[in-house]
């Protein structure tokens, strides 16, 4: 019998990704995805005719219970979340809703339906925010600087919570940044790599920006989603950092974009506005994370390098704008 995972947030980049590996290994792949009157299945398109879709929604526990008895899922992948920093400050209580008591409706419905699935949970490095230890760990306290980052880390606690409360099989990610072509526009680096795309092939000529000092541990999005099942497939279940171990500022972004858009990484300060709008009202300090337990435990490492990365994205950036 082949395993069954449910992908909650499958039509997100990671969920693209997680999709195609565990499809890759032979699993029978269900996504849960929500209604909209304009279906945007397009990271998934390619996906369709090999994976299940049942209607659901983090706020909704019959669609959720509904789902895992659909699906009868041996791995459960919590990804779905309200996953934009900057728009957490606009809507916190819904962030809140979708990104933190969200987690609880999933396990509960988890005890409810399956308590013998496992669990993995994606955490997120903005929990600890204001740094207290660099690099982080997977016992670096939390210090959340956003609304996001809080409620990221009510879905860690109670991920812990339910593991230790009810001897669930669930595991917290914490996943520092990552990227790839199929991020989302409004993410950093992809607006960097579509922008230097779109001024080298003489369609706009201005990049607006935020803070150009703020520093990130980014890695590839690919290599990521294989930690999130190399997790699920330990006997016991635990915390994990990922990460590179790496930080970068968004000015080097910008400037490897527009190197291998054939721009001149010298010429930034030309084509870059600084527009506060993009500023946030509270910032996180330093992230480094250190993968050395997923190293250690997992066999996990990091594959691709940061210019490796923004250079594949530009470059296939260059490629859909192509007039
Ligand atoms: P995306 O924003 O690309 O995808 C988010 C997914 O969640 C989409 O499929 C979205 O569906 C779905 N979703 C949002 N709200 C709901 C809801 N109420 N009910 C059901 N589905 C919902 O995020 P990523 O793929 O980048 O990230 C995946 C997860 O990992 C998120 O939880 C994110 O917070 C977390 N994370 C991401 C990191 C990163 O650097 N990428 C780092 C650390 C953690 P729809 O398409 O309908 O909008
Ligand atoms: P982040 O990613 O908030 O770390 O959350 P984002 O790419 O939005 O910001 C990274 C850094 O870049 C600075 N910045 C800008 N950011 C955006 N979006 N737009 C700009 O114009 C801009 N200019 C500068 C930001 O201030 C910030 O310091 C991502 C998400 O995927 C979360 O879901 C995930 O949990 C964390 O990564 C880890």
């Known amino acids: 019998m082949p395993k069954s995972a449910l992908i909650t947030g499958i039509t997100g980049q990671d969920g693209s990704y997680l999709a195609e590996l565990l499809l890759e290994k032979g699993y029978e792949v269900h996504g849960m995805v929500r209604r909209s009157s304009t279906e945007k299945f397009d990271r998934i398109e390619h996906l369709r005719d090999r994976i299940t879709l049942h209607q659901g929604d983090l706020l909704d526990h019959r669609s959720l219970t509904d789902a895992l008895r659909a699906s009868k899922p041996d791995e459960i992948y919590n990804l779905a979340a309200m996953s934009f920093v900057a728009v957490s400050w606009i809507q916190p209580t819904l962030t809140a809703e979708f990104t933190g008591v969200g987690v609880t409706r999933i396990l509960e419905a988890m005890r409810e339906v399956c308590p013998e699935a496992r669990f993995y ?3 997120s490095s903005e929990m600890f925010g204001k740094v207290l230890e660099v690099p982080q760990t ?10 996001y980052g809080v409620a990221k880390a009510y879905g860690h606690f109670i991920t812990v919570n339910y593991r230790e409360s009810y001897n669930l099989h669930a595991t917290s990610g914490i996943l520092f940044n990552h990227e790839s072509p199929r991020r989302g526009l409004e993410f950093v680096t992809r607006k960097i790599t579509w922008h230097a795309a779109a001024i080298r092939h003489g369609q706009i000529d201005e990049l607006s920006l935020g803070n150009l000092d703020a520093e990130r541990d980014w890695g590839y999005a690919k290599d990521y989603v294989d930690a999130m099942w190399r997790m699920l497939q330990q006997d016991k279940a635990d915390d994990y950092v990922i990460a590179t171990g790496e930080t970068h500022t968004v ?5 490897i974009a527009f190197d291998e858009a054939g721009i001149g990484a010298d010429k930034v300060d030309q084509y870059v506005k600084i527009d506060p709008q993009f500023l946030r009202p509270a910032e996180v300090d330093q992230l480094i994370g250190s993968p050395a337990k997923a190293k250690a435990d997992l066999g996990w490492e990091p594959e691709t390098s940061f210019e490796e990365l923004i250079r594949l994205m530009t470059r296939a950036d260059l490629g859909l704008l192509k007039p």
């Not at 997977?138 to 609304?147: A, D, G, K, L, M």
């Open 251 to 255: 000015r080097e972004c910008v400037e």
């Open 121 to 123: 949970q994606a955490s």
């Open 138 to 147: 997977e016992s670096t306290p939390f210090y959340p600087r956003s609304p």
